[in-house]
């Protein structure tokens, strides 16, 4: 290379690393990576972008989109957007013509910054349209030929094919009534569990899409599908009912192959498949799962397989009009986990410890002779003896029986069942249980994971990581309320609890977006709301329970604050509005005193202990509380979706039902008419109070700790609000030592007891060892995990600043305390990355914060004795990169945009 070519390269090089970098990917369509079968007609884009300057902003956008790659960059495109000034990064709406069935669209983003620079293309991705009329399915829908047996061993349905061409793509469209796994040439289809998912499934059935182009052959290709009853028509609620959704199992299939040619063929589910049994015998979401491998069917899902004794199937009538694309992450397998000990209990049982309590199954790769019954059973506990426990399963039998084969040299796992364990039990195992041949495979809602943690304290990060895993086990498809016992359901009151931990958490926008879906398809024409959804509990579950059925309102309202999406609000209103009306309409003048309201679900009571009194608040009073705080969600919906007429409507009921509050549950002096910790709790948090009368009730809420030495006393609906409130009225202090309490009731009694996963009772294990009652005993329960909304978002002090949605402006506000020395947590925004953690070293608090591109912050630094503030090793006031807003005693407040800042104070 000649010398002065060299100098060239070099000096370009230089010059270059000296520009600013703004790179744009993480490019989601409806918060997905890539997805198929999407039925949104205008679907969203977002993205990313990142860049080596601070404070960095979007200034404008370009996004194109082709029906492929090649034309993208050829510029033969089906739709641009233009250059649009706008900081607008996230759902920005697809707005080219109708999209078309089964078509695959690519697209490209790029963007420009505040500073002049513009990024590359970014690379290609793509989505595509599921079907959007329900004439697209050729299919019909299918059912086994022959007689059932009662048991329901799962029908195998199957179809043979042929195809010639070279293939551009093809799909496959899959649901069922019951649960459905598919195979295409011997290979299974994708890797979701308990597909199709849980819906209301008589008003909406998901189907999945699968991108099968490599599973097709040239020539003879088999489709194979095995069926199981699942929620659909298997046992599903604590009365173990069956048939909840219907009483025939059934499969809809259509693949859909685009050949390269442009020509296209369709397969389908039609009269022309058979079906058969093969080895899965019975399956249970709450018993678990009974094989027998001697009755397998070698080979059934490949092509040449002889099905002539196979019946042929049944073709039903059933709706197609209730078909849906899925609009959530399917639940994947997640974590194998290695038994950490394998032992003998007191009572001779052979058991394995898997160290973590979690929701899956066992794998057991075995050796073994024909004919050999094993069963595993599944515990979450093990009694004060060292035995294995399982009574409070209740009347699930949680356990995978597997008959062998004469070969058997197998994997054993259950296909349409889970359970909620930390120890198995294994019986009829002739050889020695070696740990290399177990292994607990993890299932969940394959959400990404958003949040991390961490503190100086051990307990404390336990404690997180219990709640962590407790969203782990209760997110499949739907929130339960618990994944062991026989009940596992949707319930509201639990869900909404949990929910703003839970966004913290794992990205659960379109988990819960596909949930209220149900909810509102299950809410009853007067407004009531069931209290699990989908709705599985018939008359008895019809709901209107205070704090249950206000999910309605608080999630909604929650997504949009954390998302920032206002298509939730447009798409859940009518379902917020006819929530409160349906209070109202059960109001003696402005008071919520009828119905049947579950209250503060396992509060703190004396038969728990004989030390203390019981925490009872009146449920109409809480109820009371509810009531006020939905309507204020309405009148807040009400306004971002500019409906006038409801905002002034729903304000002045507001009024009146506070007034109506003051009135019925307090003294003259703000006294609640309870005096319990959660009546105070809840009374403040959703500001029924006059303001005079609102410290002096935060006063009362911290001598009733007192009371009970620095211990909670709230059930399911104070416990969320607890710590916030006391925060809120400068008691950080006092949260932090209810946070910290080692002894009963409190967050880290369980801890302190082994707990892995957080327990629905304050006591579940007693402090003397006992069991609380078997009828109501899950040790995977989330609601109490609701404190890591707390630490996330003042411990730390990540939040949305007031008055903005979806962490488009931060705040950071963090509340040192607990005699912690660092707490620290990163969480993922829809713009990037967010980090803020504190730490007291050499007489300092450092404070670090990362703000992502496209978003600004305030930050509030914690001043400890009038010292001097740095930012970056400079005084705060000198630098350039923060704007002072505000200054009190206790903070100095920040005004930042995107980039990473180190503030320095001196500390005691
Ligand atoms: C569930 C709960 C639920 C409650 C309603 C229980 O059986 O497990 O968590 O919220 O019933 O009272």
């Not at 649009?84 to 080219?96: A, K, M, R």
Request: overall charge neutral; aromatic content about 14%.
């Amino acid at each position: 290379m000649k010398k002065s070519v060299f100098i060239l390269l070099f000096l370009l090089c230089l010059f270059h690393s000296s520009m600013a970098q703004l790179n744009v990917g993480h490019l989601r369509v409806e918060n997905l990576i890539n997805p198929t079968g999407i039925d949104v007609l205008r679907p969203t884009f977002s993205w990313q972008f990142s860049s080596n300057e601070s404070n960095v902003v979007q200034s404008a956008y370009e996004i194109k989109v082709a029906s492929d790659s090649k034309s993208l960059s050829d510029g033969k495109v089906f739709w641009k957007s233009g250059k649009v000034n706008s900081d607008q990064s996230v759902y920005v709406p697809f707005n080219g013509q109708m999209l078309v069935s089964n078509q695959r669209y690519y697209w490209q983003v790029r963007v420009w910054d505040n500073k002049g620079n513009v990024s590359e293309w970014s690379t290609v991705s793509y989505w595509q349209m599921g079907f959007l009329n329900h004439s697209d399915w050729k299919a019909e829908w299918i059912m086994p030929g022959y007689k059932e047996e009662d048991a329901h061993p799962s029908p195998l349905m199957r179809k043979e094919f042929d195809s010639h061409k070279k293939i551009r793509y093809a799909t496959a469209y899959i649901t069922a009534h019951g649960l459905y796994e598919a195979q295409i040439n011997g290979k299974r289809v994708g890797d979701a569990y308990l597909t199709p998912g849980f819906t209301s499934y008589n008003k909406r059935l998901q189907y999945q899409a699968y991108d099968v182009t490599d599973f097709l052959k040239d020539g003879a290709n088999a489709i194979g599908v095995t069926l199981s009853d699942g929620w659909y028509r298997g046992t599903c609620t604590f009365n173990n009912d069956k048939n909840v959704f219907g009483t025939d199992i059934a499969l809809l299939f259509q693949l859909e192959i685009i050949y390269a040619d442009g020509t296209t063929a369709t397969i389908f589910s039609d009269g022309t498949w058979k079906s058969n049994t093969g080895s899965i015998r019975s399956s249970s979401n709450y018993d678990g799962e009974f094989s027998d491998a001697r009755l397998k069917k070698e080979g059934w899902s490949t092509a040449g397989y002889n099905d002539r004794d196979w019946s042929s199937v049944k073709t039903a009538n059933f709706s197609k009009e209730v078909l849906v694309a899925t609009y959530n992450e399917v639940v994947r397998r997640h974590e194998v986990i290695k038994p950490v000990k394998i032992f003998k209990t007191p009572r001779g049982e052979q058991v394995l410890d898997f160290g973590q309590n979690l929701v899956g199954w066992v794998q057991f790769k075995v050796k073994g002779k024909e004919g050999d019954k094993i069963t595993i059973s599944h515990a979450e506990v093990l009694d004060k003896s060292g035995n294995f426990y399982t009574e409070n399963l209740r009347r699930a039998k949680a356990q995978d029986i597997y008959i062998l084969s004469s070969n058997s040299d197998d994997t054993l796992e259950p296909h349409f069942s889970w359970h909620g364990f930390r120890y198995a039990k294994v019986e009829g195992y002739k050889g020695e249980l070696s740990p290399d041949n177990f292994a607990a495979i993890v299932i969940y809602s394959d959400m990404d994971k958003t949040g991390f943690f961490n503190c100086s304290n051990k307990l404390l990060n336990q404690l997180q990581s219990n709640i962590e895993w407790g969203l782990r086990g209760n997110f499949l498809d739907i929130p339960t309320d618990c994944p062991q016992r026989n009940e596992r359901l949707g319930w509201t009151g639990d869900a909404q609890v949990f929910f703003r931990t839970a966004t913290f958490l794992r990205g659960v926008n379109n988990f819960f977006t596909k949930w209220l879906k149900d909810l509102s398809a299950d809410q009853l024409p007067d407004g009531r709301v069931p209290h699990v959804i989908p709705q599985a509990l018939g008359a008895w579950g019809k709901g209107g329970s205070a704090g249950w059925s206000d999910a309605a309102t608080i999630i909604p309202w929650g997504m949009y604050q954390v998302y920032g999406d206002k298509r939730i609000l447009e798409s859940q209103y009518q379902s917020m509005k006819l929530w409160v009306d349906f209070i109202k309409k059960q109001c003696t003048g402005d008071l919520w005193n009828k119905g049947n309201h579950f209250g503060d679900w396992l509060f703190y009571s004396v038969n728990d202990d004989r030390d203390g009194q019981s925490a009872i608040t009146d449920k109409h009073l809480i109820a009371q509380c509810f009531y006020a705080y939905s309507t204020q969600l309405l009148i807040n919906a009400a306004k971002e979706l500019g409906k006038k007429e409801d905002v002034s409507y729903y304000t002045s009921l507001l009024q009146k039902i506070k007034d109506a509050f003051i009135n019925e549950y307090t003294t003259r002096n703000g006294a609640t008419m309870s005096n319990t910790q959660t009546s105070y709790v809840l009374a403040l948090q959703f500001d029924m109070f006059p303001e005079p009368l609102r410290q002096q009730a935060a006063d009362r809420l911290v001598a009733n700790i007192k009371q009970f030495k620095n211990h909670l006393t709230t059930g399911f609906l104070g416990t969320p609000y607890l710590c916030h409130v006391l925060s809120r009225y400068g008691y950080s202090d006092v949260a932090y030592s209810l946070l910290l309490q080692e002894s009963y009731p409190s967050w880290l009694y369980p801890v302190t007891k082994g707990a892995t996963t957080i327990w629905e009772r304050w006591d579940g294990i007693r402090p003397n060892g006992d069991f609380q009652t078997t009828s109501m005993n899950s040790f995977n329960h989330y609601a109490y995990g609701a404190i890591g909304d707390w630490m996330y978002r003042v411990m730390v002090g990540i939040d949305v600043e007031e008055g903005s949605i979806g962490y488009k402006k931060i705040s950071i506000h963090p509340h040192i305390g607990g005699n912690l020395t660092y707490a620290n947590a990163s969480y993922e925004t829809p713009y990037g990355k967010l980090f803020s953690g504190w730490k007291l070293e050499d007489k300092k608090l450092l404070l670090n914060a990362e703000i992502p591109t496209n978003t600004s912050a305030i930050i509030y630094i914690p001043i400890v004795n009038n010292g001097e503030v740095t930012v970056n090793g400079q005084p705060l006031l000198s630098s350039k990169s923060v704007i002072v807003a505000d200054k009190t005693k206790e903070y100095v407040s920040v005004r930042v945009g995107s980039g990473k800042y180190e503030f320095s104070t001196p500390s005691k």
